[in-house]
């Protein structure tokens, strides 16, 4: 299996860095139910840096992945979506540090989204150290979803080491949030 879905990922005409055509394939491969490519692409977007973790959310909130989610085990669209939250867990586990939803998704039972799992602010409390390594658009979900209160975003932004760990995008969430 292993081997296959390595094979996918060498044969790929896509270019390095086009996450949206990743993520493109992603969403077929999950409507046909063809494991091997979705993991295939899913290891592709996860290793393409903060792109391909947005990427990757955004096709895991696409209407053919939730419909998938929404038919666990009784379909092979669904039997694609258990892999792709296995191959997470086995595979890319340290997506947390950047992209905790990601995570948590991938643990959650059989039938929730990535929609839910994003838009629940329990999702992203987490401490202060571990919110600034999330990645800008992980910290943009989390402030949507209610996870930043701004007695935190007020935290980060007034402690330099903290708020130094931010890119520009993530300074200008903390910094709405801490007003």
């Known amino acids: 299996m292993a081997e296959a879905i390595k094979d996918v990922e060498i044969t790929t005409t896509i270019a390095p860095g086009d996450t949206a055509e990743m993520g493109k394939k992603l969403e077929e491969a999950v409507k046909k139910g063809d494991s091997i490519t979705a993991r295939a692409m899913q290891n592709m977007l996860l290793r393409s840096g903060s792109s391909g973790t947005k990427q990757y959310r955004e096709s895991m909130n696409s ?9 666990p085990g009784t379909s092979t669209q669904g039997a694609a979506v258990t892999d792709l ?7 890319h586990a340290g997506v947390k540090e950047s992209a905790a939803d990601l995570v948590k998704h991938a643990a959650s039972k059989e039938g929730t989204t990535m929609e839910a799992v994003s838009n629940d602010a329990i999702t992203w409390k987490m401490s202060s150290d571990d919110l600034v390594k999330q990645k800008s658009h992980s910290i943009e ?5 209610g996870g930043i209160s701004q007695a935190q975003a007020r935290e980060i ?10 890119d520009k995008d993530g300074r200008t969430t903390i910094d709405a949030r801490a007003l």
């Open 85 to 91: 939250k296995r191959n997470l867990l086995q595979n």
């Open 141 to 145: 979900a989390a402030d949507k979803a």
């Open 157 to 166: 932004r007034d402690d330099k080491r903290l708020y130094s760990r931010l």
């Open 63 to 71: 209407a053919g992945v939730k419909a998938a989610i929404a038919a």
